[in-house]
């Protein structure tokens, strides 16, 4: 009997303090934040990674071993095709200017003007990116003294189930890690032919041209490409996260003049993720509603337990 009587206690026990535990823990109220329907622009992109790189890199090497005498251009200066970039001597002229100097500086001007130095030109229209020799320094004729490019590129790496959306000549962004406050407007310049495969990845490299390459742009910079795919401008939207759809029917909560709460069905457009294009249903100046859990944080929020209710809007479609 003893052990009923301590049985029973114990139920009595548990199910009090499952009582206390269900009216401790409640389920978090619903709030509502109002939204008011915006005009603005959406543009639907496709991100790729790349690297900076000369479209085409070009190593000056001389016609034969030597020292260079004077080196007229620095790093990153523009060069045009034909222009005088350093001046070198062959061995044997080195060797010879250099008995003259011992002789005196009469001997040395002679021979100086008798024997003159070679110039090394630039080949091409770009600019210089790598200054490998300095004045005195001498050289066989593998060691690039100078490297050129025409223009820098980034290689994208576009991964190819991107690739149907990818055309010659498409507007695209640059931003560089370095530099991540600056976008570079860009092009589309050309599509590779060849894929590349790695950990069972395949992309196809994708070069994109600045419009205006910017002073602070280097080769080897790691970059981010946004391929614009559409764009719309002035347009009303509003956050994705305020569309349900069921059965192919997107629907909004809309605050009415009488603090009611409507139900309206809208029509949509392109979205880029975080906003959505509103073909009908909605105008400039709505207010939408936006389910918000937990404790009501200002008077932005609605509760749904107020006068406020939520209704089926009987109103035709703006």
């Known amino acids: 009997m003893k052990k009923k009587i301590i049985i029973f206690i114990a139920i009595i026990f548990v199910l009090a303090i499952a009582i206390l535990i269900w009216k401790t823990v409640k389920a978090p109220e619903i709030n509502y934040e109002e939204i008011k329907v915006e005009k603005g622009n959406i543009s639907v992109e496709i991100l790729a990674t790349g690297t900076v790189q000369p479209e085409n890199r070009l190593e000056i090497k001389p016609p034969v071993a030597g020292r260079i005498e004077k080196v007229l251009v620095d790093e990153g200066e523009k060069v045009t095709k034909g222009q005088i970039l350093a001046w070198m001597s062959s061995n044997e002229r080195a060797a010879l200017i250099d008995s003259a100097r011992a002789l005196g500086k009469k001997e040395l001007a002679r021979w100086e003007k008798l024997f003159r130095p070679t110039p090394v030109m630039a080949p091409i229209d770009g600019n210089i990116i790598l200054r490998n020799v300095e004045e005195g320094q001498s050289f066989t004729t593998n060691d690039p003294i100078l490297v050129m490019s025409d223009r820098l590129t980034v290689k994208a790496q576009v991964d190819e189930t991107d690739m149907a959306l990818i055309k010659l000549k498409q507007k695209a962004s640059i931003i560089l890690d370095a530099y991540s406050e600056k976008g570079i407007p860009a092009k589309v310049d050309q599509i590779a032919f060849e894929a590349k495969t790695v950990n069972n990845v395949t992309t196809y490299l994708v070069d994109v041209l600045p419009e205006n390459t910017p002073d602070f742009m280097r080769s080897g910079m790691t970059a981010n490409v946004n391929f614009l795919l559409q764009e719309k401008k002035g347009v009303i939207n509003v956050p994705l996260d305020v569309i349900t759809t069921e059965e192919d029917i997107s629907r909004v909560l809309i605050k009415g003049p009488q603090e009611e709460i409507f139900e309206r069905e809208v029509k949509t457009g392109i979205t880029d993720g975080?906003?959505?294009?509103?073909?009908?249903?909605?105008?400039?100046?709505?207010?939408?509603?936006?389910?918000?859990?937990?404790?009501?944080?200002s008077s932005s929020t609605t509760n749904p337990f107020s006068p406020m209710r939520r209704k089926k809007d009987k109103s035709a479609k703006k």
């Open 274 to 297: 975080k906003i959505i294009e509103i073909l009908e249903g909605l105008s400039e100046g709505d207010i939408v509603l936006k389910e918000v859990r937990g404790p009501k944080k």
